[in-house]
């Protein structure tokens, strides 16, 4: 797996602006850019190694984002507390954002912007982190 990002630091990638299963792609994708967006480079990454997979963001600092396994995410989940109060649930305060990678994605309207935007994901939020339903829902966009 290969993503053209502005930088990897440990498991965070910084500003993704592409992920692509071959180098070949990545390499394509990274020389049609124009000079405009010359600070993201290609990293390969060992995990994942295939699609589909997650990302979750680091809190909402997008876009500021790392991969999970499936049982990471299944324990982050469980993690998430109920709401404290009706008003909390109402509100619907976001924790974090999970994302799907289904294949190779970038943002085809604008190549070079971030291409999260362009993911599926979902809004966790405190009463709101049903492994299960979360897993489906993201794997069917």
């Known amino acids: 797996m290969f993503i053209v990002a502005e930088s990897v630091e440990g498991e965070i ?29 290609i990293f390969p990454m060992a995990y994942p190694d295939a699609y589909p ?14 991969p999970l396994r499936e049982s990471d995410l299944e324990r982050l989940l469980a993690e998430v507390p109920s709401p404290a109060t009706e008003e909390e649930e109402e509100v619907g305060t976001i924790l974090f ?13 604008f190549p070079g912007e971030w291409v999260l935007p362009k993911l ?14 979360i897993r489906e829902y993201l794997l069917r966009l």
């Open 13 to 41: 990638w910084k500003g993704i602006a592409g992920i692509f299963a071959s180098e070949e792609a990545a390499r394509r994708f990274r020389e049609s850019l124009d000079e405009g967006w010359s600070q993201y480079q």
């Open 53 to 66: 997979f997650f990302l979750t963001s680091a809190g909402l600092e997008v876009p500021n984002v790392r």
């Open 120 to 133: 599926g994901h979902f809004h966790v939020m405190p009463g709101h982190s049903d492994f299960q339903y």
């Open 97 to 109: 954002n999970v994302y799907s990678v289904l294949g190779d994605s970038f943002n085809q309207r």
